[in-house]
Antibody
Framework: EVQLVESGGGLVQPGRSLRLSCAASGFTFDDYAMHWVRQAPGKGLEWVSGISWNSGSIGYADSVKGRFTISRDNAKNSLYLQMNSLRAEDTALYYC??????????????WGRGTLVTVSS | AIRITQSPSSLSASTGDRVTITCRASQGISSYLAWYQQKPGKAPKLLIYAASTLQSGVPSRFSGSGSGTDFTLTISCLQSEDFATYYCQQYYSYPWTFGQGTKVEIK
């Protein structure tokens, strides 16, 4: 089955760190760029970070630049998001998302169910 | 960053109605625009990419149009399962950005 499964979310105090993981299955993981998108409770979608198939190209939203680090392990079919110096405004459901097929197909055609990160003292 | 202005933020409609949602980009993005549907408690689902290409498995009552800065999602004959929130997203340049969302509610 083609799917993405996120894990690693939880309750964390402001200033602390958390590492999210996304396990991919059912497709050739190292053929695709991967992204993280988040959604604060009751709010819209916000792109967080993306990484190319070979980790050669990486991008971050300004809101997380310098605090979050995206990475991937193609041998383990896994995507990661290391989140440091967490703030209350980072509280959200974090989705892992796969890009589409073809040239410049940078939309998201497969999403996980998300993992909830709550930053609170 | 490219700003995406989506309108309306919400609308009320009845089954069978024709519904139109628009997105305007702050600069030209060619056809690098996607539309997603999100139901409560669920992940977003891709409906349309490249502004007008229907994702496999998506009903033909959904259609998209536009290029440059102005885009439209149309649901030709609203069904009960279409009541949801819809988002557009540009993937022309980093950082990718989403519209604010349009909640389609039952009248």
């Amino acid at each position: 089955e083609v799917q993405l499964v996120e894990s690693g979310g939880g309750l964390v105090q402001p200033g602390r760190s958390l590492r999210l993981s996304c396990a991919a299955s059912g497709f050739t993981f190292d053929d695709y760029a991967m992204h993280w998108v988040r959604q604060a409770p009751g709010k819209g979608l916000e792109w967080v970070s993306g990484i190319s198939w070979n980790s050669g190209s990486i991008g971050y939203a300004d809101s997380v630049k310098g605090r979050f680090t995206i990475s991937r392990d193609n041998a383990k079919n896994s995507l990661y998001l290391q989140m440091n110096s967490l703030r209350a405004e980072d509280t959200a459901l974090y989705y892992c998302a796969k890009v589409g097929d073809g040239y410049k197909a940078w939309y998201f055609d497969l999403w996980g169910r998300g993992t909830l990160v709550t930053v609170s003292s | 960053a490219i700003r995406i202005t989506q309108s309306p933020s919400s609308l009320s409609a009845s089954t069978g109605d024709r519904v139109t949602i628009t997105c305007r980009a702050s600069q030209g993005i060619s056809s690098y625009l996607a539309w997603y549907q999100q139901k409560p408690g669920k992940a977003p689902k891709l409906l349309i990419y490249a502004a007008s290409t229907l994702q496999s498995g998506v009903p033909s009552r959904f259609s998209g149009s536009g290029s440059g800065t102005d885009f439209t999602l149309t649901i030709s004959c609203l069904q009960s399962e279409d009541f949801a929130t819809y988002y557009c997203q540009q993937y022309y340049s980093y950082p990718w950005t989403f519209g604010q969302g349009t909640k389609v509610e039952i009248k």
